[in-house]
Structures are given as structure tokens and as C-alpha cells.
């Protein structure tokens, strides 16, 4: 059972332009929505996240958008750059014990 | 204190050897995580510790793992009888009590069952 299903698989965006991923979920007990970043090699890098009482959150070029009605989430990279080639992967954690639960990550490429 | 550390970084064994993996945490942190992440996929959570106690376990943590957490700092992951199917990235990662500020996770141990 997939709590945190997220789209695209794979995205390829020009330098310069907006990569956007989506995640959706059904848990309406999450309370807070992370986002990271992993490298070939590496283990997972916490980018930016959001809790469901605001809409928005940006840090730098990149910014998290947040419908609480629709439970959904989204992250966007502005100026997308080659060096933001990595798989990028929402999360979501409720209140508690229980743990962090991960989509299945989106392969993003920046190309020149 | 730079981190989480894992060891070993890339492991290759034969089917039916037992095999154990280290990590060690930020020392701040008192809750420690173990997961499973195969390629393509996210990361899939197996078990944690709060201090020295084990908290909860995956379904997917068959009989043949087992995770300590003696005295509440480092912790091992072993797998005994490995089975090809055990081939992934294990990732550790720590955080304070109930993750609210996320995770810190390690740069995995790499496991290859020929």
C-alpha cells in the first residue's frame, strides 16, 4: 500500500527552465511534508518541507505548494540547473511513533 | 560529530552467509532508523530505536534480521541466511524524538547477494 504516491518517474528539464514533481495522499493524519534530495551514492538529503497550516514555503529556488483539501503537494525548482540532476523524493510523518514514509522518487535530469 | 556514519559502505557476499551492518548516529539524536531502498524505489522503512529500545518493525523485517541498539548509540543491522532478494541500499538515518524536524540519514550500506 503506497501512502505517498508521487509523479512523475522521471522528468528532463532544459537549464534554466521549472521541474515541478507531485505527490498526492491519502493519510489525512500527516502533518508534516518533507522533501529530499539523494545523490548517486548517497543517502538521502532533507531539501525543504512544509506543514499542511500554510500553502507555501520557499526556500531559494526551490518551493513547496500544498493543498490541504486535495492532499496534495508539490515541489518546484526555478532555474532548474544541471547540478539539481538527482532523484528527488516527497515524504510524509504523522504526529507520534510512527515513521517517515517516502513516494517512490522522481529521476530528474537538467540538461544543457 | 559531522553525521551519520555507516559500515560498511559496499558489502558482497555469498547466499547463506550472514552478514552486519554499523551505523552510528548524531549523538543528539535519540531515536535511530533502519531502512531498505532498492533500486527505483524510495526508501522503505524496517525498524527504529528510541534510545536503546526497539520501537517498532516492519513486515518487511523477516525473522532472519535483527537490529540492535546497545546502551543507546551505535546501532548494527544483521541479516542471517541472506537470500539474493536481500540485494539493496541500507540506509540509517536519526533524528530527534518524532522526527518533527526530519531525518539524517547515512550514506547507506550497499549489499550485493551473489
Known amino acids: 500500500q503506497q501512502q505517498v504516491k508521487q509523479s512523475p518517474q522521471s522528468l528532463i528539464v532544459q537549464k534554466g527552465g521549472i521541474s515541478i514533481i507531485n505527490c498526492a495522499y491519502e493519510?489525512?493524519?500527516?502533518?508534516?511534508f518533507p522533501w529530499y534530495q539523494q545523490f548517486p551514492g548517497k543517502g538521502p538529503a532533507l531539501l525543504i518541507a512544509?506543514?499542511?497550516?500554510?500553502s507555501e514555503k520557499k526556500e531559494g529556488r526551490f518551493t513547496i505548494s500544498f493543498n490541504k483539501s486535495a492532499k496534495q503537494f508539490s515541489l518546484h525548482i526555478m532555474d532548474s540547473q544541471p547540478g539539481d540532476s538527482a532523484t528527488y523524493f516527497c515524504?510524509?510523518?504523522?504526529?507520534?511513533?510512527?515513521?517517515?514514509?517516502f513516494g517512490k522518487g522522481t529521476r530528474l535530469s537538467v540538461i544543457a | 560529530d559531522t553525521g551519520v556514519s555507516q559500515d560498511p559502505r559496499h558489502k558482497i557476499t555469498k547466499r547463506g552467509q550472514n552478514v552486519t551492518f554499523r551505523c552510528d548516529p548524531i549523538?543528539?539524536?535519540?531515536?535511530l532508523y533502519w531502512y531498505r531502498q532498492t533500486l527505483g524505489q524510495g526508501p522503505e522503512f524496517l525498524t527504529y530505536?528510541?534510545?536503546?529500545?526497539?520501537?517498532?518493525k516492519s513486515r518487511l523485517l523477516s525473522d532472519r534480521f535483527s537490529a540492535e541498539r546497545p546502551k543507546g548509540s551505535f546501532s548494527t543491522l544483521e541479516i542471517q541466511r541472506t537470500e539474493q532478494g536481500d540485494s539493496a541500499m541500507y540506509l540509517c538515518?536519526?533524528?530527534?524524538?518524532?522526527?518533527?524536524?526530519?531525518?539524517?540519514f547515512g550514506s547507506g550500506t550497499r549489499l550485493t547477494v551473489v
Open positions: 538515518a536519526s533524528s530527534f524524538a518524532a522526527g518533527r524536524e526530519g531525518y539524517t
Open positions: 493519510n489525512t493524519a500527516f502533518d508534516y
Open positions: 512544509i506543514r499542511p497550516d500554510v
Open positions: 515524504a510524509a510523518i504523522s504526529s507520534g511513533n510512527t515513521p517517515l514514509v
Open positions: 549523538s543528539e539524536h535519540n531515536r
Open positions: 530505536f528510541q534510545n536503546e529500545a526497539q520501537l517498532e
